[in-house]
């Protein structure tokens, strides 16, 4: 089913409109033309950067290709050729090994061209997680714990398949469609990795809030770090703040690294202690001791046994609210700026949009940037 470069996605598929941007991709809705009922698709256009590195193998057809890329050899390739064949990597590995999973995007197709490689994936149309929690009339702890199950089921299925995501978010979690009961789907394997097999890609981009200790101090990742993000997760589902919580990135890393989060606010004082356990279990420093996604389905609060169904505390709701706004806001801010050569020249720029929390006067300067950015087009250089 996968690649064969003689293959036109414009033969099969007609290309609508933009659903999303990220750093190297382009998400736009896809209608299938085939006859019969209509399929709606997504498709991720992972663009290319340079030409095909050199030592990239050669296809059946005795080109050369990332669909016949078997093991990348990093060192050779851009960051972001890097990014574009391990995603595809990790995609062909889930597709052989996990799919069809209910918690866990499906990928159809692949498609390549000059202009990129296209990813068919599976629409999901209900949403981002944060978007459709604040959007609820009633929250409740039996409805976070109702997405933490979804999500540590995705999890299972892909640690069993020794795949690890690596940059579990909320924002890398999205509804397959509107209704109550649409399954949850994990997606963005960019910077996944296979166990056997990947070299892995240093993810430094973007925010450091869902990321393990074991990922800052380089040591060794695995799907434990995985839990530790979803404990991160499960923290701001429960209190709209996230646990490791600095002005500066250098002292958020240390917070981190020392797994320094309470549950001191006055809102946590009302939330279960079983929920409060759970979470110590995910953030516990040394990984080993940190629980799967496996047993985690068997705790009682995500079962749903001892989780709250009272309406959770207003403030929590509205913290959730602006913490996703800020959030949604710096996620625009990244994408729009990593397409011009202007954010790997300015350091500032980067460490403005590194730390989690901006305060209305960075935001403006970040509104200034981006007006010279966006007037002086893809070589400007920021000064200030
Ligand atoms: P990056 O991968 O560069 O860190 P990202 O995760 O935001 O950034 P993409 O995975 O390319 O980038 O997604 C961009 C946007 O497109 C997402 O924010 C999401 O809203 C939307 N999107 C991605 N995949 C799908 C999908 N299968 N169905 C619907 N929308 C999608």
């Known amino acids: 089913m996968m690649g064969q470069e003689s293959r036109r996605l414009s033969d099969e598929y007609e290309v609508a409109d933009v659903l999303g941007k990220g750093g190297f991709s382009v998400v736009r809705r896809g209608v299938s033309k085939s006859t019969g009922d209509k399929t709606y698709v997504a498709i991720?256009?992972?663009?290319?950067?340079g030409s095909t590195p050199p030592g990239m193998p050669r296809n059946r057809a005795g080109e050369k290709g990332l669909a016949s890329v078997g093991f990348p050899m990093w060192k050779q390739v851009s960051i972001s050729d890097a990014l574009l064949t391990n995603e595809i990597l990790v995609m062909r590995k889930i597709v052989e090994d996990v799919s069809p999973h209910s918690n866990v995007i499906h990928l159809y197709d692949v498609y390549e061209d000059p202009n990129g490689v296209h990813l068919v994936l599976e629409l999901c149309s209900g949403g981002e997680l944060f978007d459709r929690i604040v959007a609820q009339e009633k929250y409740t702890e039996a409805g976070a714990a109702a997405v933490v199950r979804q999500i540590a089921d995705g999890l299972g299925a892909l640690h069993r398949a020794n795949i690890?995501?690596?940059?579990?978010?909320?924002?890398?979690?999205?509804?397959?469609?509107?209704?109550?009961?649409?399954?949850?789907?994990i997606m963005d394997f960019g910077?996944?990795?296979?166990?056997?097999?990947?070299?892995?890609?240093?993810?430094?981009?973007?925010?450091?809030?869902?990321v393990s200790p074991e990922a800052l101090s380089q040591g060794r990742i695995s799907s434990a770090s995985d839990m530790w993000s979803l404990g991160v997760i499960l923290y701001i589902l429960l209190s709209g703040y996230p646990p490791f919580h600095a002005t500066s990135n250098r002292h958020k890393q240390q917070l981190i690294?020392?797994?320094?989060?309470?549950?001191?606010?006055h809102s946590w004082k009302t939330i279960s202690s079983s929920a409060k356990q759970l979470i110590s279990s995910l953030l516990t420093v040394d990984p080993h001791r940190r629980p799967t996604a496996q047993e985690?389905?068997?705790?009682?609060?995500?079962?749903?046994?001892?989780?709250?169904?009272?309406?959770m505390d207003a403030e929590v709701v509205s913290r959730l609210h602006s913490f996703n706004a800020r959030r949604k806001f710096r996620a625009a801010a990244i994408a729009s700026v990593w397409s011009s050569t202007v954010f790997l020249r300015t350091k500032k720029l980067k460490t403005l949009l590194g730390s989690h929390d901006l305060t209305p006067d960075e935001i403006e300067k970040l509104r200034i940037h981006f007006k010279k950015i966006c007037t002086k087009g893809d070589n400007a250089t920021i000064s200030e």
Not at 44 to 49: A, G, S, V
Request: aromatic share 10%; hydrophobic share 35%.
């Open 44 to 49: 991720k256009t992972l663009k290319r950067f």
């Open 164 to 185: 690890v995501h690596r940059d579990l978010k909320p924002e890398n979690c999205l509804f397959l469609n509107n209704t109550e009961e649409s399954p949850l789907k």
């Open 191 to 210: 910077l996944s990795s296979v166990e056997e097999f990947t070299d892995p890609i240093v993810g430094l981009f973007g925010s450091i809030d869902y």
């Open 257 to 265: 690294l020392a797994g320094d989060f309470s549950f001191d606010d």
């Open 296 to 311: 985690i389905l068997q705790h009682p609060w995500v079962i749903g046994d001892s989780a709250k169904q009272d309406p």
